[in-house]
């Protein structure tokens, strides 16, 4: 029986779904991420554990988000480019979304209700992390501050359980 993470859905920067039940065994790190922000650095370091892990079971979802201080002006057609051109992504982007709101994403709607943060149901800003686990079980949150290579411990002890 798929958890409740994995009945979720979001879809790619070209519109086509893909469905979290796909990731059913593996670890996801999932990310709101910004181009413009000044934690767009954080890039590189998701970057680098997506190589270091993407064939022991990690996943990183990265979803755009311009619902701070415009930090995310790319369309969902040219965002993959600049992420690419800039930081070396090569990770999977989402289609740009809200993480707060009326409108937020499912998946973030989910997160932030097992994952409550400082700031409650409300993600602080850009490079807010969310790890879960291989079951679709929500394991930590982290800060928008918190640097990739912080989050390493938890997913190799995710990935090994």
């Not at 409740?4 to 996801?28: C, R, T």
């Not at 998701?46 to 619902?67: A, N, T």
């Not at 937020?104 to 686990?133: Q, Y």
Request: some cysteine; charged content about 25%; proline content about 6%.
């Amino acid at each position: 029986m798929p958890s409740k993470f994995h009945q979720l859905s979001a879809k790619s920067p070209q519109g086509v779904p893909i469905s979290m039940e796909d990731f059913d065994g593996k670890v996801l790190l999932i990310v709101n991420t910004a181009t413009k922000c000044g934690l767009a650095p954080q890039f590189d370091g998701l970057e680098v554990l997506h190589q270091k892990y993407k064939d022991k079971g990690l996943v990183i979802l990265g979803f755009p988000s311009d619902q701070f201080a415009g930090q995310e002006p790319e369309t969902n057609e040219s965002m993959e480019q600049t992420c690419k051109v800039n930081h070396g992504v090569t990770f999977q982007l989402m289609e740009k979304c809200h993480v707060n709101g009326s409108t937020t994403h499912p998946v973030f709607e989910f997160l932030k209700k097992e994952l409550g943060g400082f700031f409650g149901s409300r993600i602080k800003w850009n490079f807010t992390k969310f790890l879960v686990d291989k079951n679709g079980i929500p394991f930590k949150r982290y800060a928008p501050i918190t640097k990739p290579q912080d989050i390493e411990k938890d997913i190799i002890y995710l990935l090994q359980s």
